[in-house]
């Protein structure tokens, strides 16, 4: 019941006396149907516990197992196919596509996959996330908080098993924010999703079951269940 693991991972940046150790060790699990969320201070490698994780950047050595397969030994074009298959990735920024409509960015995964994205199923996605009305309107016409949907659209599309998300409320206002870990926890508890979250926020940590902390690269504590509320 697995979603993701993670052993004994560590990633040094360059080599010699400059090298630096973003993350030096770290074994974790983060279950099915969870709500991890991920603090620490700036520079103690939660990006990189991040990356490494969706398979975005390789470790220096130890293990990710997503959805049941290691992918230390991947290719790139498997590690891609495997990403697109399980993973869904927020970010702080949105990285929507500035010239396309909500519906056509929200599509853009299943386009990259070279599948014609159904309208009906961009439509669920969108009316999912409170967005039904504003299907063709493109990033420029949106606030913070509708563009964050809609990237939370497009990394659900395709069903992944676990999202990650990289300060995905750190650019929203307080309101806004709150009302996307709403959004967020609802999808964890009724579509069983494994989310996984940096952030700074003791207030967003809170939306999660578990909060873990690093410092230099390394877990240094754990809070489980209503105990994560204290954090606030
Ligand atoms: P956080 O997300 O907690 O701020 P990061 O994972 O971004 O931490 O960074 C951890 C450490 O690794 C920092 O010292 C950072 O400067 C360093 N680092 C991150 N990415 C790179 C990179 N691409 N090249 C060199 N050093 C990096
Ligand atoms: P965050 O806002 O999560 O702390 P950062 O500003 O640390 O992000 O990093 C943003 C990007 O820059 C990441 O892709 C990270 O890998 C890269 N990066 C961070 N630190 C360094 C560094 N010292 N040298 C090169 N790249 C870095």
Excluded: W
């Excluded at 996307?180 to 508890?189: F, N, P």
């Amino acid at each position: 019941d697995r979603a993701v693991s993670l052993r004994q991972l560590t990633r040094r940046y360059g080599t010699g006396p400059g090298s630096v150790t973003a993350l030096d060790g770290v074994s974790l699990d983060f279950h099915h149907g969870t709500f991890t969320a991920v603090m620490g201070p700036s520079g103690s490698g939660k990006s990189t516990l991040l990356q490494c994780a969706a398979g975005l950047d390789r470790p220096t050595s130890g293990s990710v197992t997503v959805a049941g397969t290691e992918l230390t030994g991947l290719s790139e074009t498997r590690l891609t196919l495997l990403r697109r298959r399980h993973i869904g990735f927020v970010f702080q920024t949105f990285n929507l596509l500035p010239s396309l409509t909500a519906e056509q960015n929200v599509g853009l995964p299943l386009r990259l996959a070279g599948r014609r994205p159904p309208s009906a199923l961009v439509r669920e996605v969108l009316e999912r996330v409170g967005l039904g009305g504003r299907r063709r309107h493109r990033p420029s016409e949106l606030s913070g908080g509708q563009q964050q949907r809609v990237a939370l659209a497009r990394a659900l599309i395709t069903r992944p098993q676990v999202l990650f998300g990289d300060e995905p409320t750190g650019a929203l206002d307080s309101a806004t924010s709150r009302e996307v870990l709403v959004l967020l926890r609802d999808m964890v508890s009724a579509e069983g999703l494994t989310l996984v979250m940096v952030t700074h926020d003791p207030v967003a940590a809170s939306y999660a079951d578990r909060v873990v902390f690093l410092v230099d690269g390394r877990l240094t504590g754990e809070v489980l269940g209503a105990s994560a509320q204290d954090i606030a």
